[in-house]
Protein backbone atom coordinates (compact mmCIF):
# COMPACT_ATOMS: atom_id res chain seq x y z
CA UNK A 1 0.00 0.00 0.00
CA UNK A 2 1.50 3.15 -0.77
CA UNK A 3 1.85 6.16 1.58
CA UNK A 4 -0.28 9.63 0.61
CA UNK A 5 2.35 12.33 1.28
CA UNK A 6 1.09 15.22 3.17
CA UNK A 7 3.41 17.97 2.69
CA UNK A 8 5.65 18.77 0.11
CA UNK A 9 8.71 17.45 0.08
CA UNK A 10 11.33 19.80 2.11
CA UNK A 11 8.64 21.58 3.27
CA UNK A 12 9.06 22.46 7.56
CA UNK A 13 6.38 24.74 9.01
CA UNK A 14 8.42 25.56 11.96
CA UNK A 15 10.94 27.12 9.14
CA UNK A 16 8.39 29.28 7.59
CA UNK A 17 8.25 33.17 8.39
CA UNK A 18 11.16 33.30 9.73
CA UNK A 19 12.10 35.98 12.37
CA UNK A 20 14.62 38.00 10.72
CA UNK A 21 12.13 38.28 7.61
CA UNK A 22 9.30 39.59 9.92
CA UNK A 23 11.46 42.01 11.62
CA UNK A 24 12.88 43.21 8.54
CA UNK A 25 9.37 43.83 7.13
CA UNK A 26 8.12 45.94 10.43
CA UNK A 27 11.29 47.25 10.57
CA UNK A 28 11.08 49.33 7.09
CA UNK A 29 7.20 50.46 8.65
CA UNK A 30 7.35 54.39 8.14
CA UNK A 31 5.40 53.87 11.52
CA UNK A 32 8.52 52.44 13.26
CA UNK A 33 11.01 54.72 11.92
CA UNK A 34 8.35 57.87 13.07
CA UNK A 35 7.90 56.72 16.40
CA UNK A 36 11.95 56.07 16.77
CA UNK A 37 12.27 59.58 15.94
CA UNK A 38 9.30 60.89 18.40
CA UNK A 39 11.46 58.77 21.44
CA UNK A 40 14.90 59.99 20.48
CA UNK A 41 13.74 63.51 19.99
CA UNK A 42 11.84 63.48 23.37
CA UNK A 43 15.39 63.99 25.77
CA UNK A 44 16.56 66.93 23.59
CA UNK A 45 13.15 69.02 23.78
CA UNK A 46 13.38 68.11 27.37
CA UNK A 47 16.97 69.45 27.44
CA UNK A 48 15.86 72.41 25.56
CA UNK A 49 12.89 73.47 28.19
CA UNK A 50 14.87 73.05 30.83
CA UNK A 51 17.55 75.68 29.16
CA UNK A 52 14.65 77.84 28.26
CA UNK A 53 12.94 77.93 31.28
CA UNK A 54 15.44 77.43 33.94
CA UNK A 55 15.92 74.09 35.36
CA UNK A 56 13.90 72.52 37.76
CA UNK A 57 16.04 73.35 40.88
CA UNK A 58 15.89 76.67 39.52
CA UNK A 59 11.67 76.92 40.67
CA UNK A 60 10.55 77.68 44.08
CA UNK A 61 10.85 74.82 46.42
CA UNK A 62 13.90 73.40 43.90
CA UNK A 63 16.53 71.74 45.02
CA UNK A 64 15.74 70.40 48.26
CA UNK A 65 16.00 67.04 46.40
CA UNK A 66 12.47 65.80 48.46
CA UNK A 67 10.08 67.02 45.76
CA UNK A 68 9.96 64.71 43.39
CA UNK A 69 12.02 63.04 40.13
CA UNK A 70 11.58 65.91 38.40
CA UNK A 71 13.01 68.10 41.15
CA UNK A 72 15.96 66.22 40.37
CA UNK A 73 16.07 65.98 36.89
CA UNK A 74 19.35 68.27 35.88
CA UNK A 75 21.50 66.94 38.87
CA UNK A 76 23.14 64.08 36.33
CA UNK A 77 22.49 62.57 33.44
CA UNK A 78 21.41 59.31 35.49
CA UNK A 79 18.64 62.18 36.90
CA UNK A 80 17.71 63.11 33.72
CA UNK A 81 17.46 59.68 32.12
CA UNK A 82 15.20 58.52 35.22
CA UNK A 83 13.05 61.51 34.95
CA UNK A 84 12.56 60.88 30.87
CA UNK A 85 11.10 57.44 31.96
CA UNK A 86 8.91 59.11 34.82
CA UNK A 87 7.31 61.58 32.71
CA UNK A 88 7.16 59.26 29.80
CA UNK A 89 6.12 55.88 31.46
CA UNK A 90 2.31 56.35 32.17
CA UNK A 91 1.49 57.26 28.22
CA UNK A 92 3.92 57.55 26.00
CA UNK A 93 5.64 54.61 26.48
CA UNK A 94 2.03 53.14 25.65
CA UNK A 95 1.82 54.05 22.46
CA UNK A 96 5.08 52.29 20.65
CA UNK A 97 4.06 48.82 22.44
CA UNK A 98 -0.01 49.29 21.48
CA UNK A 99 1.13 50.15 17.65
CA UNK A 100 3.47 47.51 17.05
CA UNK A 101 1.64 44.78 18.80
CA UNK A 102 -1.97 45.91 17.85
CA UNK A 103 -0.74 47.06 14.14
CA UNK A 104 1.20 43.57 13.53
CA UNK A 105 -1.43 40.82 12.81
CA UNK A 106 -4.67 43.59 11.71
CA UNK A 107 -2.72 45.49 8.62
CA UNK A 108 -1.79 42.16 7.27
CA UNK A 109 -5.87 41.80 6.82
CA UNK A 110 -6.51 45.19 5.99
CA UNK A 111 -3.78 45.20 3.16
CA UNK A 112 -5.44 41.89 2.11
CA UNK A 113 -2.97 39.90 2.53
CA UNK A 114 -2.82 37.75 5.42
CA UNK A 115 -4.87 34.89 3.68
CA UNK A 116 -2.19 34.64 1.74
CA UNK A 117 0.47 34.37 4.02
CA UNK A 118 -1.78 31.32 5.21
CA UNK A 119 -1.92 30.21 1.83
CA UNK A 120 2.14 30.35 1.07
CA UNK A 121 1.63 28.25 3.64
CA UNK A 122 2.63 29.20 6.65
CA UNK A 123 1.01 28.03 9.94
CA UNK A 124 -1.59 29.76 12.06
CA UNK A 125 0.54 29.26 15.26
CA UNK A 126 3.99 29.99 13.53
CA UNK A 127 2.50 33.38 12.46
CA UNK A 128 1.26 34.59 15.21
CA UNK A 129 4.29 33.44 17.30
CA UNK A 130 6.46 35.34 15.07
CA UNK A 131 4.32 38.37 15.08
CA UNK A 132 4.36 38.36 18.54
CA UNK A 133 8.01 37.73 19.21
CA UNK A 134 8.79 40.39 16.64
CA UNK A 135 6.60 43.28 17.98
CA UNK A 136 7.53 42.33 21.82
CA UNK A 137 11.03 42.82 20.74
CA UNK A 138 9.92 46.29 18.69
CA UNK A 139 8.53 47.27 21.78
CA UNK A 140 11.35 46.32 23.78
CA UNK A 141 13.36 48.28 21.65
CA UNK A 142 11.36 51.22 21.87
CA UNK A 143 11.09 51.11 25.52
CA UNK A 144 15.15 51.06 25.87
CA UNK A 145 15.51 53.71 22.89
CA UNK A 146 14.27 56.58 25.02
CA UNK A 147 16.39 56.14 28.31
CA UNK A 148 19.61 55.21 26.32
CA UNK A 149 19.29 58.45 24.62
CA UNK A 150 18.20 60.14 27.36
CA UNK A 151 21.37 59.30 29.68
CA UNK A 152 23.46 60.00 26.62
CA UNK A 153 22.40 63.74 25.96
CA UNK A 154 22.18 64.09 29.46
CA UNK A 155 25.13 63.20 30.18
CA UNK A 156 26.57 65.88 28.06
CA UNK A 157 24.49 68.44 28.71
CA UNK A 158 24.24 67.89 32.95
CA UNK A 159 27.81 65.54 33.38
CA UNK A 160 28.37 62.36 34.65
CA UNK A 161 27.64 61.48 38.54
CA UNK A 162 25.61 59.75 41.31
CA UNK A 163 21.78 59.26 40.70
CA UNK A 164 20.73 61.88 42.98
CA UNK A 165 17.25 60.78 45.05
CA UNK A 166 14.33 62.67 45.61
CA UNK A 167 13.83 61.14 48.88
CA UNK A 168 17.54 62.30 49.95
CA UNK A 169 20.68 61.07 49.35
CA UNK A 170 22.20 59.33 46.69
CA UNK A 171 23.30 56.35 44.79
CA UNK A 172 26.80 55.90 43.64
CA UNK A 173 27.46 56.27 40.07
CA UNK A 174 28.95 52.66 40.26
CA UNK A 175 25.59 51.64 40.85
CA UNK A 176 23.09 53.89 38.37
CA UNK A 177 23.04 52.14 35.15
CA UNK A 178 22.16 48.48 36.95
CA UNK A 179 19.23 50.45 38.86
CA UNK A 180 17.97 52.41 36.01
CA UNK A 181 18.76 48.77 33.57
CA UNK A 182 16.19 47.04 36.23
CA UNK A 183 13.26 50.31 35.63
CA UNK A 184 13.92 49.72 32.02
CA UNK A 185 13.49 46.11 32.54
CA UNK A 186 10.12 46.23 34.94
CA UNK A 187 8.83 49.05 32.63
CA UNK A 188 8.69 46.76 30.01
CA UNK A 189 7.14 43.80 31.79
CA UNK A 190 4.21 46.21 33.33
CA UNK A 191 3.70 47.03 29.40
CA UNK A 192 2.99 43.50 28.67
CA UNK A 193 -0.77 44.01 29.56
CA UNK A 194 -0.75 46.69 26.91
CA UNK A 195 0.59 44.37 24.55
CA UNK A 196 -1.29 41.13 25.71
CA UNK A 197 -4.37 43.71 24.50
CA UNK A 198 -3.26 45.28 21.19
CA UNK A 199 -1.87 42.02 20.27
CA UNK A 200 -5.25 39.98 21.11
CA UNK A 201 -7.43 43.24 19.70
CA UNK A 202 -5.09 42.91 16.20
CA UNK A 203 -6.60 39.18 15.81
CA UNK A 204 -10.00 39.98 15.99
CA UNK A 205 -10.48 43.14 13.92
CA UNK A 206 -8.98 44.45 9.84
CA UNK A 207 -8.61 47.90 11.19
CA UNK A 208 -5.39 48.63 12.92
CA UNK A 209 -6.27 51.61 14.29
CA UNK A 210 -9.26 49.94 16.06
CA UNK A 211 -6.90 47.51 17.84
CA UNK A 212 -4.35 50.50 18.69
CA UNK A 213 -6.42 53.11 20.20
CA UNK A 214 -8.35 49.97 21.73
CA UNK A 215 -5.69 49.10 23.44
CA UNK A 216 -4.68 52.76 24.36
CA UNK A 217 -8.22 53.26 25.52
CA UNK A 218 -8.56 50.26 27.53
CA UNK A 219 -5.20 51.42 29.39
CA UNK A 220 -6.23 54.53 29.90
CA UNK A 221 -9.01 52.87 31.66
CA UNK A 222 -7.28 51.21 33.85
CA UNK A 223 -4.92 54.12 35.08
CA UNK A 224 -8.56 55.88 35.52
CA UNK A 225 -9.59 52.88 37.71
CA UNK A 226 -7.07 52.78 39.76
CA UNK A 227 -7.58 56.75 40.99
CA UNK A 228 -10.69 55.79 42.38
CA UNK A 229 -9.64 54.97 45.87
CA UNK A 230 -13.26 53.99 47.39
CA UNK A 231 -12.24 50.67 45.06
CA UNK A 232 -9.24 49.97 48.16
CA UNK A 233 -7.50 46.76 48.19
CA UNK A 234 -9.30 45.77 44.73
CA UNK A 235 -6.62 48.50 43.14
CA UNK A 236 -3.99 45.69 43.32
CA UNK A 237 -5.77 43.79 40.75
CA UNK A 238 -5.32 46.11 38.28
CA UNK A 239 -1.99 46.36 36.29
CA UNK A 240 -2.05 50.17 36.39
CA UNK A 241 -1.61 50.33 40.18
CA UNK A 242 1.87 48.83 40.20
CA UNK A 243 3.23 50.81 36.52
CA UNK A 244 5.24 52.78 39.04
CA UNK A 245 6.47 50.73 41.59
CA UNK A 246 10.12 51.24 39.51
CA UNK A 247 10.50 53.78 41.74
CA UNK A 248 11.28 51.30 44.59
CA UNK A 249 14.67 50.38 42.71
CA UNK A 250 15.76 54.71 42.91
CA UNK A 251 16.04 54.00 47.02
CA UNK A 252 19.03 53.17 48.83
CA UNK A 253 18.06 50.16 49.63
CA UNK A 254 16.23 48.26 46.84
CA UNK A 255 12.95 47.15 47.32
CA UNK A 256 11.53 44.04 45.43
CA UNK A 257 8.01 43.74 47.37
CA UNK A 258 5.97 46.19 44.53
CA UNK A 259 7.78 45.49 41.56
CA UNK A 260 7.07 41.57 42.23
CA UNK A 261 3.33 42.02 42.59
CA UNK A 262 3.20 44.27 39.90
CA UNK A 263 5.13 41.81 37.76
CA UNK A 264 3.00 38.78 38.85
CA UNK A 265 -0.05 40.92 37.92
CA UNK A 266 1.15 42.02 34.72
CA UNK A 267 2.42 38.52 33.50
CA UNK A 268 -0.89 37.17 34.35
CA UNK A 269 -3.11 39.50 32.87
CA UNK A 270 -0.47 39.09 29.27
CA UNK A 271 -0.78 35.68 29.30
CA UNK A 272 -4.31 35.10 29.55
CA UNK A 273 -4.94 37.99 26.54
CA UNK A 274 -2.06 36.05 24.19
CA UNK A 275 -3.53 32.76 24.89
CA UNK A 276 -7.04 34.68 23.99
CA UNK A 277 -5.17 35.75 20.54
CA UNK A 278 -3.51 32.24 19.84
CA UNK A 279 -7.02 30.18 20.73
CA UNK A 280 -9.03 32.71 18.89
CA UNK A 281 -7.02 33.14 15.71
CA UNK A 282 -7.07 29.45 15.28
CA UNK A 283 -10.78 29.15 14.83
CA UNK A 284 -10.99 32.07 12.72
CA UNK A 285 -12.56 32.25 9.43
CA UNK A 286 -9.71 34.46 7.26
CA UNK A 287 -11.39 36.24 4.66
CA UNK A 288 -9.00 39.15 4.04
Not at 20 to 45: N, Y
Not at 46 to 53: P, S, W
Not at 203 to 228: H, Q
Not at 248 to 261: F, N, S, T, V, Y
Request: proline residues 6%; glycine residues 12%.
Amino acid sequence: MSVVQETAPGYDPARTLPLRVEALRQWRRRRTLVMGGVLAALPFVMIIAFAVGGGPDDGPGGGNGRISLIDTATASGANFAATCLFVSAGFLLVVPVALFCGDTVASEAGWSSLRYLLASPVPRARLLWSKLVVALAFSLGAIVLLPVVALAAGTAAYGWGPLKLPTGGALPAADTLPRLALVVAFVFVSQLVTAGLAFWLSTRTDAPLGAVGGAVGLTIVGNVLDAVTALGSWREFLPAHWQFAWADALQPQLEWGGMIKGTAVSVSYALVLFALAFRGFSRKDIVS
